[in-house]
């Protein structure tokens, strides 16, 4: 199959598949920041349980990877009376890896923040919730937008995860998939799907670059 | 009444026996300090004698392993909400200025009492213009820290403190990351401070600011007070061998 036959018999399945890696992108990604922030600030706590069980989520979520994540969502969660259906499952897949990466982007971010900025904070009478809002969150925010750009397209890339299990509608990869089980689109199939990916993300990085040029703090 | 007149005795800042050891090292080997209100204190000691860290203990930046520590008579609270307050009354002036790098210089110096005090944002926001201008860097106030000199921006991390409305102030080496030339117009409100009345625990290596400044000097070495005394006795008369060694050293050049 030729590119422009490619394109008249599946542009609308492409196009359906883009818009499908965006909005699963675009709810993982939300999810994943709420969840790093959560995660992060527990890290960051003074009450030892909490920081224990931040760390030992971010070790955890980490360091197993998408596929498997997938299938214990999907197959062994069930034994547990847990069913998801496979499109919340993947973003749930998705979330859980992304706030693991987003909280360490967050603490790398809260390091760049001297220790002396807390102490003045501290010296001043702020509690711990202030000094979290006012000082340590906005400057960890804003030095963590190019790793956070990264993330973003990272949590794109993962999406692709939904080629694994029967979604409806497909997502870019499970596209490539759908489409060379009835055609032989072979590599260019692919091709297809991955423009888009690169296209996507090339966009991302712009607008992070341009987001973080804004908000840097200058020291 | 009754009770005004006595906490007007008691000094405002009072340590007792304070002992403290970071692992093998003992850093404040049993130190008792008192400092009277508008009293200024100047502490001096060679480097690793334990200054900043007495300094540090008074609002608990660093803990303490024996002793106590009263704060007008109260004993310092361990932590929470009542650190808090506490430490909301004291002001802390430190070494590297540690100014809010993502607040303006009008944002450093209002946070405190809008956060903490409760203060309406305009009104903070006046006093706040008040304190810049006093320290001189009114016309810096839309500025961020990183667009600032040194010596301004010490003089903004004062201007931060004093809206506080503190009992007493803590200045923990407020001239030694300066540059020579910037140290006298950070001095220079030190003084301005200590004249109005302010109580001022200084550690710092300036001796003409100790000289000319100070009620009191405190010699540190070791971790131990080693000599306590009015500028001219010690200057002029140390009682301590430490005291003498040391002096001839800072002479030397």
Redesign the interface.
Same mark, same amino acid.
């Given at each position: 199959m030729g590119l422009s036959e490619l394109l008249t018999t599946y542009g609308d399945v492409y196009l359906t598949a883009l818009l499908t890696t965006w909005k699963m992108t675009a709810v993982s990604y939300v999810g994943a920041m709420v969840l790093a922030l959560v995660v992060t600030v527990m890290r960051v706590s003074p009450i030892r349980p909490l920081r224990v069980v931040g760390d030992l989520y971010v070790q955890v979520f980490r360091n197993i990877p998408g596929v498997s994540l997938v299938i214990i969502i999907v197959y062994a969660l069930p034994v547990l009376k847990v069913v998801l259906d496979y499109g919340p499952s993947v973003v749930i897949a998705c979330v859980l890896l992304g706030s693991a990466f987003g909280s360490e982007n967050f603490m790398s971010g809260i390091n760049t923040? #001297?220790v002396? *900025?807390i102490? =003045? =904070?501290?010296?001043? #009478?702020? #509690?711990f919730v *202030?000094i979290q809002r *006012? &000082?340590v969150i906005? *400057?960890a925010l804003?030095s963590a937008v190019l790793p956070m750009t990264n993330l973003l397209i990272a949590v794109m890339l993962t999406t692709a995860l939904g080629s694994q299990v029967p979604l409806s509608p497909n997502e870019l990869t499970g596209a490539v998939s759908y489409i060379n089980t009835r055609s032989t689109g072979g590599i260019l199939a692919f091709a297809i799907s991955a423009l888009g990916y690169v296209l996507t993300a090339v966009v991302i990085g712009f607008v992070g670059n341009r987001i973080d040029k804004r908000v840097r703090? &200058?020291? | 009444m009754a009770t005004e007149e006595t906490s007007i005795q008691l000094p405002v800042i009072e340590l007792d026996h304070v002992n403290k050891h970071y692992g093998d090292l003992h850093v404040l080997r049993d130190v008792s300090l008192s400092v009277e209100k508008g009293e200024v204190v100047v502490v001096i000691g060679p480097s690793g004698s334990g200054k900043s860290t007495l300094c540090r203990t008074i @609002?608990r930046?660093e803990t303490i392993d024996d002793g106590r520590i009263l704060i007008e008579g109260r004993p310092l609270p361990e932590e929470g909400?009542d650190l %808090? %307050?506490?430490?909301?009354?004291?002001? $802390?002036v430190?070494q590297?200025? @540690?100014?809010?790098?993502?607040k303006s210089i009008l944002d450093n110096v209002t $946070?405190?009492p809008v956060?903490?005090l409760g203060r309406p944002r305009k009104e903070a926001e006046a006093e706040a213009m008040e304190l810049l201008r006093r320290v001189g860097v009114a016309e810096q106030a839309q500025k961020?820290p %990183?667009?600032l000199s040194g010596g301004q921006r010490q003089r903004v %991390?004062i201007a931060?403190?004093l809206a $506080?409305h503190p009992k007493a102030m803590l200045f923990d080496e407020p001239t030694s990351a300066l540059d020579p030339e910037m140290i006298n117009e950070v001095l220079d409100v030190m003084v301005e401070l200590a004249r109005q009345g302010m109580t001022m625990v200084v550690v710092t290596h300036e001796m003409n600011f100790a000289r000319r400044v100070s009620d009191r000097v405190v010699f540190m070495a070791d971790g131990q007070i080693v000599e306590e005394g009015s500028p001219a006795e010690f200057f002029d008369h140390p009682q301590s061998q430490r005291a003498r060694d040391f002096l001839d050293s800072i002479k030397g050049h």
């Open positions: 923040i #001297g002396g *900025q102490e =003045a =904070a501290r010296s001043l #009478g702020m #509690g *202030q *006012q &000082v906005p *400057q804003r703090i &200058v020291r | @609002n930046l909400r %808090a %307050a506490v430490r909301a009354e004291i002001g $802390m430190f590297s200025f @540690n100014l809010f790098a993502h $946070m405190g956060e903490v961020v %990183a667009q %991390a931060r403190s $506080m």
